[in-house]
């Protein structure tokens, strides 16, 4: 482990103690290291990195918008190597969230989730990043086969089925 010796002004030091105390760290190197790491996860994503990472997709749309359930569903379906789950909620008559987690590789995960944020009729949208270091990643594609369950009996929703309203 490396020793780093940094400077910062009262004003960043005053917000990093409120920022540990709302959170609960012992000592400033938890605090710093986590922010760290946060932010270079975050740059490597932004930067089209390669890295893998887990997010969290969270959006609030009009799912009386035209089409747009069809073609969520249509563009989850085209990438079900990313998304792995969806949580649906419906707001009022008119608006739904939907949070769901992402995995691969953080340029793929990025460009993903703009589009589905982009989708005419996604209201709001708003992507967290996680490191997904230590976390086991295996394709779908490229003839590699393998024995793991992902948990879904046949013709059972893959969490990101949409109901149609009525």
Known sequence: M???????DDE???ELDRFMKARGYANRSEAIRDLARTGLQQAATELGGTRPCVAALV????????ELPQRLTR???????LAQATLHVHLDHESCMEVTVLKGRGADVQQFANHIIAERGVRHGHVVYLPADGAHFH???GGHSHSLSHG???GHSHG???????
């Open 2 to 8: 490396q020793r780093v010796t940094i400077t910062i």
């Open 75 to 81: 563009d989850f379906h085209s990438r079900h190597d």
């Open 160 to 166: 990101h089925k949409r109901r149609k309203p009525g």
């Open 152 to 154: 879904h009996a046949p």
């Open 12 to 14: 960043l030091d005053a």
């Open 59 to 66: 959006y609030l749309y009009d799912h009386e918008a035209r």
């Open 139 to 141: 394709g779908h594609g």
